[in-house]
């Protein structure tokens, strides 16, 4: 067995009386890939966030290669060799590659760069490592998934050998997730030594060695990848028995509800539109996802579509009328609602009751005015009612401020909201990012009685599984455009993900 | 871009309560809510007094410092301010509080919608010359009703000089610092050219005196308290008060208002015409400077419109008002009745031999005070609010997704 590099031992970390990790010890062997599975908020990135020098610790101790350690800094971090991909890369705009990497560590010689010597040590790194990136290309100007090749190649650099990987696979396409597993084993093979955050357990069964599983702060197991299921892990990470396959009933397809055509969205300073001649059709009792990496103008295109920002060319029918110039308001009315990507930029009043964001659609009705006088008791009577039916958990109930939610109960007051207005399109974008596996299950839930129900779903989701579990039809979004009509049953991951990524295309026709 | 908004939020998040309270007791159902607005509401209070008691501390350091003599005789001096002497010291105390009760409360009603109306003195003067005008000019309006088509006419000067930045900021995103402190400008070259052409008094450099029969009424208050010069000004302030905080705290458009003002984003989302409502606020706080002007001018007090190139001081003043009554419409009375009282106290200064303007620095200092409260209540909430989030959230879930303030959603597991 070789020699454990870092050894966490019984870390404590709280936040005042909020305890994110509990006793948790963590060890890491040289050379080995060992994944820290979890929820989130089960204390993942806490715990590397200690190791990082991000967050001091309570109780517990650190040694690093047999050594005890304090890290008060990030740079206490990097001179013990250890470095990190954050899950939002920390890369600027418009420097090169090369003016990132030694960004912080600039080789110089009497307080001059040496430029040549840098650019021949990152040519050198990323051919040993088969990280292929121009070192004299923007940022800007890179994908994503070359983006986090120059993270890795910042932290190859500095000559890390202990490599964190916060939940690294988020932002790509399967393809580039495939290159990222290549790399990481390959990493691991020249002897560094990686610890990786994910909550995706086919990624830990494919290039894991070791599992640590962590759940509400506490440590739960650590595993032997190759001696464990994947069953077995969702157990351990969640608590209990998961069904991650969503049941979907068979509905049959009603008439169209909703649909656009040759909906266009230009971008500000570019020549090239957001949304590109987008024409989709969504019948009643069908969910149709559009799946693609983030910014490929899905934002936009919702935007268009719920009238945040009118598009630029084409038009939107609901119920076969033509609403395109119309103002929110009147879609709202229309029957469209409206789960929107930011909950807290756009779908929630943060400083507002619960109460209040209940009725942030509906305030005007009868029911809750009377000639122009709020009729907050009625108000107060219709939110304890949703939140008894939707089980919004708060502390003080429909009083309680917006901000006084936790993420999973802010989005499900906005379910509630949404989906109590019996509209007839309900347009959800991303609704479960960021929660736990029982707000999922609930969501998805709610989504699948809409459409059981006869409702239109449309889908913008950058998740794989949820787009495969939840939908009827998957349209491709690929730099505006749709650029694949797919049926879940005929098609899987890998083929999504060629059109994701721009390398296959159809012509789509409604 | 969200973080910005955030940040809004945030600044606006403690000045928030009142409003918060007057919402609660609107809904008399819920007797729990109402506990917690007063709890709010009461706060604010004790750190507005903090404020004015730390002021005062300094004056009376600041006295010490110029006649250690005096200076226990000066701070009485402030503290009893217009209740020197006879009443008239009362109606001095009163005739400087009521214009900036109005321009306080155009500021507080701006910034409900998160407007920053610095613009209140440009309003004040071009309300002001309106009826100034009106009351010279409007010969053929009978007396009976002359002060109140003055006042209309001061409400519509004022409401189209706040409009301009508001369809400016509504329409093409202009800031409404930068617009109202230029409509001030013009609004001050304007009033001086409109009285210099039209009712100008050459041997005073001022503008006419208004005729008696177009005084704001008295009811008998003006033989009740002789020499107070009081009329129903002060009446009218309480009577806007209460209007402006039922419009914002009950009324569906004090809904909008007050969303727009918090989250100018998910306002828009829930069809709320912000641009609109923008606007509104805008005129709403115009016309409340513009009626601060007719009070002061008609009130029979011996102020004249002049034409000396200066700001009024007026609007300007409004900013501390609201400030201190954490932009309450009703708080808004009671603090503008104290910087009026303080400051006839401080112009009895000068009987101890100490400068009037001492009495500025003392209010400066108030004010400075308030404005540390409000950053030391954001604080204090901030630590309450994660401790309470992270009690509240370990029973519930798996953790807190609730994102920190400036967290985005996928970066919550950093806090947990």
């Known amino acids: ?510 | 871009m969200s973080d910005s908004s955030d940040k809004n939020n945030d600044n606006k998040l403690n000045d928030k309560p009142p409003a918060d309270a007057g919402q609660v007791e609107a809904s008399e159902a819920e007797i729990n809510l109402a506990a917690v607005g007063r709890l709010k509401g009461s706060y604010s209070i004790f750190s507005s007094v903090m404020a004015i008691v730390t002021g005062l501390l300094v004056g009376l350091i600041i006295l010490m410092i110029s006649n250690p003599a005096n200076a226990g005789q000066g701070l009485l001096t402030i503290l009893k301010g217009g209740m020197t002497g006879s009443v008239s010291g009362f109606g001095r105390a009163v005739a400087t509080s009521i214009p900036i009760i109005m321009t306080g409360l155009s500021v507080a009603f701006a910034y409900k919608a998160g407007l920053f109306n610095i613009g209140a003195s440009g309003q004040f003067m071009i309300g002001g010359v309106c009826a100034v005008f009106v009351a010279i000019k409007g010969t053929m309006i009978p007396d009976s009703v002359l002060w109140l088509v003055c006042m209309l006419a001061a409400m519509a000067g004022g409401a189209i000089w706040g409009s301009v930045p508001g369809l400016l900021k509504a329409y093409f995103k202009v800031n409404e610092v930068i617009t109202s402190i230029m409509m001030n400008y013009i609004g001050m070259y304007l009033t001086k050219i409109i009285i210099e052409r039209t009712i100008y008094d050459s041997r005073y450099a001022r503008a006419q005196a208004v005729p008696l029969r177009a005084r704001i009424p008295t009811l008998g208050l003006d033989t009740r308290f002789p020499g107070a010069n009081l009329n129903i000004s002060l009446l009218l302030c309480i009577i806007f008060c209460v209007i402006i905080f039922i419009i914002s705290s009950r009324t569906v458009f004090g809904f909008e208002l007050t969303a727009v003002g918090l989250n100018p984003d998910a306002s828009r989302y829930a069809g709320i015409n912000s641009k609109r409502t923008v606007v509104i606020a805008m005129i709403g706080a115009g016309a409340l400077a513009g009626i601060g002007a007719f009070m002061m001018y008609l009130g029979g007090t011996g102020v004249y419109m002049d034409t000396k190139e200066i700001v009024a001081a007026q609007g300007f003043n409004g900013i501390p008002v609201s400030l201190l009554a954490m932009n309450h419409p009703i708080g808004v009375f009671f603090t503008g009745l104290f910087i009026g009282h303080i400051t006839i106290g401080g112009e009895n200064l000068q009987l101890f031999g100490y400068s009037k303007e001492i009495i500025d620095m003392i209010i400066a200092v108030i004010i400075y005070c308030a404005a540390f409260s409000l950053i030391f209540k954001q604080l204090l909430h901030r630590i309450i609010k994660s401790r309470s989030k992270f009690k509240t959230e370990k029973p519930g879930g798996p953790g807190p997704q609730g994102p920190g303030r400036y967290a985005r959603p996928e970066e919550t597991e950093v806090i947990s």
Not at chain 1, 101 to 108: D, Q
Not at chain 1, 113 to 122: G, Q, T
Not at chain 1, 219 to 240: F, N, P
Not at chain 1, 252 to 278: I, Q
């Open chain 1, 1 to 510: 067995m070789s020699k454990n590099v870092i050894e966490m031992d019984n870390i404590t970390k709280r936040f005042g009386s909020f305890t994110a990790v509990d006793d948790v010890t963590f060890h890491l062997r040289k050379g080995e890939i060992h994944a820290l599975l979890g929820e989130n908020g089960a204390g993942k990135t806490t715990l590397v966030n200690v190791l990082f020098g991000l967050y001091a610790h309570e109780e517990g101790t650190i040694k690093i290669n047999g050594e005890f350690a304090t890290l008060n800094n990030p740079n206490d971090a990097n001179d013990y060799g250890i470095g990190m991909v954050h899950q939002h890369f920390m890369l600027v705009h418009n420097f090169t590659v090369l003016e990132s990497i030694i960004l912080g560590y600039e080789p110089a010689r009497g307080g001059i760069l040496n430029m040549r010597e840098a650019h021949k040590r990152v040519v050198e790194i990323s051919e040993r490592y088969k990280l292929a990136v121009d070192p004299d290309a923007e940022i800007s100007e890179i994908t994503v998934g070359q983006q986090q090749r120059v993270e890795i190649l910042k932290m190859l650099f500095r000559d890390n050998e202990i490599l964190i990987f916060d939940e690294p696979t988020a932002v790509l396409t399967p393809q580039e997730i495939d290159e990222l597993m290549k790399i990481m084993s390959r990493l691991a093979d020249e002897g560094k030594s990686i610890i990786f955050i994910t909550h995706k357990l086919n990624e830990i069964q494919e290039v894991a060695d070791r599992v640590t599983i962590l759940r509400k702060g506490k440590h739960v197991a650590t595993l032997d990848v190759a001696e464990t299921t994947a069953g077995e892990m969702s157990e351990l990470m969640v608590g209990r028995a998961v069904d991650l396959e969503v049941e979907k009933g068979y509905v049959k397809r009603g008439d169209v509800v909703f649909s656009c055509e040759y909906l266009a969205v230009k971008r500000e300073l570019s020549e090239k539109n957001a949304v590109h001649n987008v024409s989709l059709e969504v019948h009643a009792g069908e969910i149709v996802s559009i799946a693609g990496v983030d910014g490929n103008g899905q934002s936009e295109l919702v935007y268009a579509l719920t009238g945040i920002t009118p598009p630029d060319a084409g038009k939107i029918f609901l119920n076969g009328v033509d609403i395109s110039k119309w103002s929110i308001r009147q879609r709202t009315k229309a029957g469209m609602a409206h789960i929107p990507e930011d909950r807290q930029r756009f779908g929630l009043i943060l400083d507002y009751s619960l109460a209040n964001n209940l009725v942030l659609q509906t305030y005007y009705e009868p029911r809750f005015q009377k000639r122009g006088f709020m009729r907050f008791s009625s108000i107060l009577e219709y939110a304890d009612e949703l939140i008894e039916r939707f089980d919004i958990r708060s502390s003080e109930g429909a009083t309680s401020m917006g901000r006084a939610l936790s993420g999973g109960n802010q989005q499900k007051a906005i379910v509630a909201r949404e989906l109590d207005r019996d509209a007839d399109i309900i347009i959800a974008v991303q609704p479960v990012r960021g929660l736990d596996v029982g707000a999922i299950e609930y969501i998805h839930g709610q989504l699948l009685e809409q459409r059981d129900e006869g409702k239109a779903v449309l889908l913008v989701s950058f998740e794989l599984d949820e787009v495969m579990n939840l939908s009827d039809r998957i349209l491709v979004m690929y730099e505006g455009e749709i650029v694949a009509d797919l049926d879940p049953e005929q098609t899987d991951e890998r083929e999504l993900g060629l059109y994701m990524a721009g390398k296959k295309k159809e012509a789509v026709h409604v």
